[in-house]
């Protein structure tokens, strides 16, 4: 799989703005989450980051519902947990189970999802509310729609990524989707248009056998029968 944030540093993204806001537990999960793209020949390939908050002076042992897409394939931590403290569900489900320190604990997930043709999605279906959801995709090779999505005015897609924020967030248990053109195909494509032309090529030969096939004369042949008679 490829590099997670493409050069960002997660240290920048833990100053993207504020990672947490108030809230009455000691641990939880903060409302900022960001998710990039990148194309892959058939795939899509992806980071998936946000933060949990420990607001008490000890490490606390928190459970941590994460949002990954349905259509993920393979998932790696990148940064925050190790693979032991990850537990994997259907159609995307994590949970994330381990000890956090005091402050903000930043998360960095890797993962590859199956790309269904040049035109795919990720569907995301948050346990917890997403106040705040920034989406980065390749500036060169991708376009994102989803219900809600803007250009952002942060600056940390840099040259290589755009930028955009979901307007109004996620609420826990909804569904959204991301749609993203620009998939390439791999290939299964070049398979199938290969035994479309191979196709055509035998019927052209068959026809082309059929027309320039010597036919007999029925009036010769008439003529040959009486005269041998």
């Known amino acids: ?52 908050t420990n607001s008490g002076a000890e490490p606390e042992v928190y459970n ?34 381990k000890a956090f320190d005091p402050g903000t604990n930043l998360i960095s997930i890797r993962f590859v999802a199956k790309a269904d043709g040049a035109d795919s999605k990720l569907t995301l279906v948050p346990k917890v509310p997403i106040e705040h959801l920034t989406v980065l995709a ?18 940390i897609g840099g040259d290589d990524l755009n930028s955009f924020v979901i307007e109004g967030g996620v609420s826990a248990g909804d569904t959204l989707e991301i749609a993203i053109a620009g998939i390439p195909s791999g290939r299964g494509g070049l398979w199938i248009l290969g035994w479309i032309f191979a196709m055509v090529l035998v019927i052209a030969v068959i026809v082309l056998t059929m027309l320039t096939m010597p036919r007999g004369d029925h009036n010769d042949q008439s003529e040959l029968v009486v005269g041998e008679g």
Request: net charge negative.
């Open 1 to 52: 799989m490829r590099a997670g944030i493409c050069g960002l540093s997660l240290m920048t993204l833990a100053l993207f703005g504020g990672w947490a806001l108030p809230s009455q537990a000691a641990t939880f999960v903060a409302a900022k989450h960001l998710i990039m793209v990148k194309p892959g020949v058939d795939k899509i390939y992806g980071t998936y980051v946000f933060a949990v």
């Open 64 to 97: 941590v519902p994460v949002n990954m897409p349905k259509e993920m394939e393979q998932f790696v931590v990148e940064e925050g947990a190790t693979q032991d403290d990850v537990q994997a569900g259907a159609e995307g489900g994590l949970t994330i189970e």
């Open 138 to 155: 390749d500036k060169q090779r991708l376009e994102v729609t989803a219900p809600g999505l803007k250009p952002s005015t942060s600056a």
